[in-house]
C-alpha cells in the first residue's frame, strides 16, 4: 500500500496523538499542515468534520485520531501498541473513552472555563480525573496498562504538555497524591517520539494569553 499521508496541525493535541504513533510504529508518511483558520479548498473531502489529524493511505481516508490510531496499529502491527487479547483491548479502550469523554473535558473546562465558577469545577473535575487515573492504572507496570506502551498513554500525553498552562493561568500543579503519575509522565516526556512532537513551553503560553486574554511575563515558562 502506499505512503501515509498525515494531515495536521502543530498546535494540535488529537494530530500529536498520531504523530506519535506513526513515529512509534516507524512508519513512512508524508506530514502535511493544516492551518486550521484558513483551511485549503477541498480539505472536508478528506476530513468530513474539517478537523486533524486525518490521513490517507492509499484510498483510505480516515478521520478522529482515536479512530485513526487503532487503524494504524492494525494496518502496521508492530510493535503493538494495543494487547492483542480482546478482554485487554476493551479495558485499553475504556481508558481510550476515559481520556476523551472524562479527562479533556475537565482539563478544558479548568483552563477555558468562561468565569471562575466554571473553572473551579473544572478544577475539581480535574483533580478527581488525576485521582482515579493514580488508583486504577498502572497495574503492573509503569505504563498505564502495565509493562506496555500503548494507545492508551498517547491518549493522555499531550495534556500532560500542556500542563504548564494550568500552572501559569490557574495555579495548578500534580497533586502530591499521585506519585505514579508522575513517574509516568516522567518516563513518557522523554521517548524519542514524544520528544520529536513536542512544542516548548513558550509555544503554549504565548497561544493561550490571546486566547484566555491574559498577559504572559517576558521569559515565562523559560528554564
Given amino acids: 500500500m502506499s505512503n501515509v499521508q498525515l494531515y495536521f496541525a502543530k498546535a494540535s493535541t488529537f494530530s500529536q496523538r498520531t504523530r506519535v504513533v506513526l513515529l512509534e510504529k516507524g512508519i513512512d508518511f508524508t506530514p502535511v499542515e493544516i492551518d486550521l483558520q484558513n483551511k485549503p479548498e477541498g480539505y472536508t473531502q478528506i476530513s468530513r468534520y ?6 490517507k493511505h492509499g484510498d483510505v481516508v480516515i478521520y478522529e485520531s482515536a479512530i ?20 485487554k483491548k476493551a479495558i485499553a479502550r475504556i481508558w481510550i473513552d476515559y481520556a476523551n469523554t472524562r479527562f479533556v473535558p475537565a482539563f478544558n473546562k479548568f483552563l477555558r472555563g468562561k468565569d471562575s465558577q466554571e473553572q473551579e469545577q473544572g478544577r ?11 488508583q486504577e492504572a498502572f497495574g503492573g507496570g509503569e505504563y498505564f496498562l502495565g509493562d506496555q506502551f500503548s494507545l492508551v498513554d498517547i491518549s493522555f500525553y499531550p495534556w500532560f504538555e500542556r500542563l504548564p498552562l494550568l500552572e501559569h493561568f490557574r ?3 500534580l497533586p502530591a497524591e ?21 512544542n516548548p ?3 503554549y503560553l504565548e497561544r493561550f494569553a490571546k486566547i484566555l486574554g491574559e498577559p504572559v511575563p517576558v521569559g515565562a ?3
Fill in 50 to 55: 474539517g478537523k486533524v489529524p486525518a490521513i
Fill in 178 to 198: 499521585t506519585p505514579r503519575l508522575q513517574t509516568w509522565w516522567n518516563l513518557i516526556r522523554d521517548r524519542a517520539s514524544i520528544q520529536a512532537v513536542a
Fill in 68 to 87: 485513526i490510531n487503532e487503524y494504524l496499529d492494525e494496518v502496521f502491527p508492530e510493535p503493538a501498541l494495543l494487547p492483542r487479547d480482546p478482554a
Fill in 171 to 173: 495555579k495548578f500543579t
Fill in 221 to 223: 515558562g523559560q528554564k
Fill in 124 to 134: 475539581k473535575e480535574f483533580t478527581q480525573a488525576l485521582l482515579y487515573i493514580e
Fill in 201 to 203: 513551553v513558550d509555544f
